[in-house]
DNA sequence: ACCGTACGCTTACGGTGTAAGGTGGGCCGC
DNA sequence: GCGGCCCACCTTACACCGTAAGCGTACGGT
């Protein structure tokens, strides 16, 4: 007795790679990524658990898809621009992307066998970085420095424990309530007079670091 | 009939914390952290599963226990050297330490609740800043850009399929022979005109943008 | 009309973290 | 000397995980 009772003809679209991908995405993002299992997501789609291995292989592809589902988001550099606005542009894209998504920061462990999206991505960046003028070796120096950066601030992101700088202020309080203060002086002092301060927002670094680097290659090209 | 038989007297060394946590850093970087299991672990310190309760609260404990052990492992900054050089031998030091456990940048995000050697490694940290003049809106920004360097490049060395260089090189060959060149052609110059050609090491960029962003902040430094 | 294939289902297995409760030896106060 | 407690260890059990294997049915192509 599956499917239908003869007469209903129900809608009938069934169901792709895709489609289960997005879900799988807003389940993470919902839940979080631990929460994501194959019979909740194939709750999610209105299908049995198994029934997903006709569109993925295994849940490292799942999550193989899920990644390249995030760089698809991360909007391509253009030529059309400098190189610096345009690198500056796609680091706050991606950081964007990276944040709306906070699980995907912690799967790029899987990121062997990049999907196409994310090839793309990776061929955009490098074309712009050599249309603009850079050998080879610097194009490298720079796609490291900037991705480095990039990944390792959002995996300090995530690390926070709440999403607005509000909660986390008053979190980061409660935390430094429970340590002895006088074993960790600099830690303390740095803790009550520079981040519980209002307007203290963690996601306001990002720009100054990533500056820092741009401006350093900027340096290293004229240079070159 | 558990213990000994009478006679015997065992060492009688009841097993605990540092033990467990020793033995669970020596599992995962030998077999990698999804085959860290509690039952493994037990069966490495010859104890049953549910023993290693009686020393970890349960298994996020016994990963941030294991954070705690790597940041042990990173020696700390010295007010006696300037800060910068102070800065670059922390930040070679964590990536060593990172490197060496390749598991554990994968678990930052459990870096809530940190433990007294993290703690231990930040009060250092920004002591030797402070201590060195630096505000502290600027030991913030160059703290962030740092670890989000350090953390970044560490995530993507771990997502290298092997260690060796040539190891690497050998699967980069086969990888890129799988995707169309022709639609990816930047990338596919870069493989093949940069990152196979011999003596190129992804491991060496890490020192250019680390000089990258130690510079900048002096310059900041020098400026504020 | 037929058949192959794609897509869904059910069942089952080994492995996971850990709650609950039992057992025995070492150490304390008497 | 000895009763009792505590604590490290054990066994058992449970819910949940990814997924192998196999089965039925609906649909598109010939």
């Avoid at 029934?51 to 999550?63: E, G, I, Q, T, W």
């Avoid at 986390?168 to 430094?176: E, I, R, Y």
Wanted: with cysteine; net charge negative.
């Amino acid at each position: 007795m599956p499917a239908q009772p003869a007469s209903g003809a129900a809608p009938r679209t069934p169901l792709n790679r895709e489609r289960v991908l997005q879900a799988a995405v807003s389940l993470a993002d919902a839940n979080g990524i631990e929460s994501l299992t194959m019979r909740k997501l194939g709750e999610a789609v209105g299908v049995e658990a198994m029934s997903l291995y006709n569109h993925v292989a295994n849940k490292v592809d799942l999550l193989d898809g899920m990644i390249d589902v995030v760089f698809s988001e991360i909007e391509l550099p253009s030529d059309d621009d400098g190189w610096k606005t345009a690198m500056r542009r796609r680091a706050v894209a991606a950081r964007a992307a990276l944040s709306r998504h906070r699980w995907a920061i912690g799967l790029m462990e899987s990121r062997t066998s990049p999907g196409p999206a994310t090839l793309r991505h990776h061929d955009a960046v490098i074309g712009c970085l050599r249309n603009a003028g850079f050998s080879f070796e610097l194009a490298a120096h720079a796609y490291a420095a900037l991705d480095s950066y990039i990944y390792g601030f959002a995996l300090q992101e995530r690390g926070l424990p709440f999403d607005s700088p509000e909660e986390t202020s008053a979190l980061a309080q409660a935390m430094v309530a429970q340590f002895p203060v006088d074993e960790y002086p600099h830690l303390a002092a740095f803790t009550f007079e520079h981040v519980l301060q209002p307007g203290y927002d963690f996601g306001k670094e990002f720009e100054f670091g990533l500056d820092l680097i741009l401006d350093g290659l900027e340096r290293a090209f004229g240079a070159g």
